[in-house]
């Protein structure tokens, strides 16, 4: 099956403090990003992934280089949206598309293929990475700002909530969601068309493609990943976690 790789990296990160976009903020002598993209290139899935760009354009295309191709957020209205521009660079030739955050530094080259391993192997139209934390201390404690995963009696993904819109017990649940997707393409360009921005950060959720696909009777596929490859760089302080972890993975 032929497969594209998609990595977001369009947002400012307002919480960085910094002039630099986020995803090029160094982390052990290199940007953020290209932790990322060298798994990605590891992984062997895409020769030339997509990487959706937006604040400071010019600039992160500058500094990666021509290896990628180049798509533009114009303006930041979610993931959802940022997925959405991608459209006319992907051929209908794909079958799936799998989505990553340029600002998760740690995800293996070996979490990338089995993503993609898993979703050829089922009918589910996504599939999903998740992480389980036992508490939201120490080192976890940046995984409290993420999205819960929210699962049925029977142990099937029922939603993916985001933190800014989740109840006191939904904040509870110590599975998260690191943003590892892979969709099946039609399926994606079809029910992306469907959301909406009814939510408390106003903008275009892709997790919300999880709530369309249980409304129309579908299951959603998920794999379990080490909670270490789920940090994301959001912050100083992730920053920092991120150059201790970087030696254990």
Excluded at 132 to 160: L, P, Q, T
Aim: with cysteine; charged share 30%; glycine share 6%.
């Amino acid at each position: 099956m032929k497969t594209r790789i998609v990595v977001m990296a369009a947002g400012k990160g307002t919480r960085m403090n910094s002039d630099i976009v986020k995803v090029l903020t160094p982390l052990r002598g290199k940007p953020v990003i290209l932790h990322l993209l060298e798994s990605v290139e590891k992984s062997k899935i895409d020769s030339r992934p997509i990487v959706i760009v937006g604040y400071q354009a010019e600039e992160v295309k500058k500094v990666l280089g021509d290896k990628y191709e180049y798509v533009l957020q114009k303006e930041q209205l979610g993931t959802g949206h940022a997925v959405i521009c991608t459209q006319g660079a992907v051929d209908k030739s794909v079958d799936n598309v799998i989505v990553l955050n340029g600002d998760v530094p740690l995800t293996k080259p070996e979490t990338i293929k089995r993503l993609k391993e898993s979703h050829e192997s089922n009918d589910s139209p996504i599939t999903i990475a998740t992480g389980k934390v036992e508490n939201y201390e120490d080192w976890r404690k940046s995984f409290y700002s993420f999205g819960r995963i929210v699962r049925n009696i029977n142990g099937d993904i029922d939603a993916i909530i985001e933190k800014k819109d989740a109840s006191e017990e939904q904040l509870k649940i110590m599975e998260i969601n690191p943003a590892l997707y892979c969709f099946n393409t039609s399926w994606l360009w079809e029910n992306l068309k469907k959301l909406n921005k009814n939510n408390a950060a106003e903008e275009y959720y892709l997790t919300d493609l999880i709530h369309i696909a249980i409304e129309n009777g579908e299951m959603i596929n998920s794999i379990n990943i080490d909670p270490l490859e789920c940090v994301g760089v959001n912050t100083l302080e992730d920053l920092h976690l991120a150059e201790n972890l970087i030696k254990k993975i």
